[in-house]
């Protein structure tokens, strides 16, 4: 029926920039300063860039005739068009489903005037009328759901070395 549709949020990305740039001139003096300032400073400036580009450069909003799928700071959520019952977006998205709510870190909240005159959010606007368009299609007619839970994925390895910095922002300046 349509176009496969990725949306991202142009602001987020130049965080997600400006996050990892201050990351690495902090690195950067922390190397020229020595090893002790490296020991300190290293892990805690590693982790502000790894989660700056996690959180602000990987969300995204898939739309597609299939699914929407919804990727996260931590975790992807596939979110299949019959578990969708209603689409919010006046702070975003925020999809209610069957199995509970999904909000979409990517997508991007509308202005203030047009959050105070009740607009829908860009991302919002695409899936309400991705689902108008499948429901008066048919599609949706004979509603069943695909399994018990929506199907998602953690981003293991992003978990994993944000935890690994953590650790090392504690123990690192306890060698010094």
């Known amino acids: 029926m349509g176009t496969t549709v990725l949306l991202r949020s142009r602001s987020a990305r130049a965080l997600a920039v400006a996050t990892v ?3 690495l001139v902090g690195l950067v003096s922390a190397v020229v300063d020595g090893l002790d300032v490296v020991l300190d400073y290293g892990a805690p400036l590693l982790a502000m860039g790894l989660l700056g580009w996690a959180a602000f450069w990987m969300p995204y909003v898939e739309v597609s005739d299939g699914e929407v799928v919804v990727r996260n700071t931590l975790r992807t959520v596939h979110v299949p068009w019959p578990a969708i019952e209603s689409v919010e977006g006046r702070y975003g998205l925020r999809l209610v489903t069957a199995y509970g709510s999904v909000t979409a870190w990517a997508a991007s909240a509308p202005g203030g005037r ?3 005159r009740v607009e829908q959010s860009e991302a919002a606007a695409l899936v309400e009328a991705r689902l108008a368009e499948l429901r008066a299609a048919g599609y949706l007619d004979e509603r069943r759901l695909e399994g018990p839970r929506l199907r998602t994925a953690w981003h293991g ?4 070395a944000l935890v690994l910095l953590a650790v090392a922002t504690v123990v690192l300046p306890l060698l010094t």
Do not use: K, S, T
């Open 157 to 160: 390895p992003i978990i994993a």
């Open 21 to 23: 740039a201050v990351a």
């Open 114 to 116: 047009q959050r105070a």
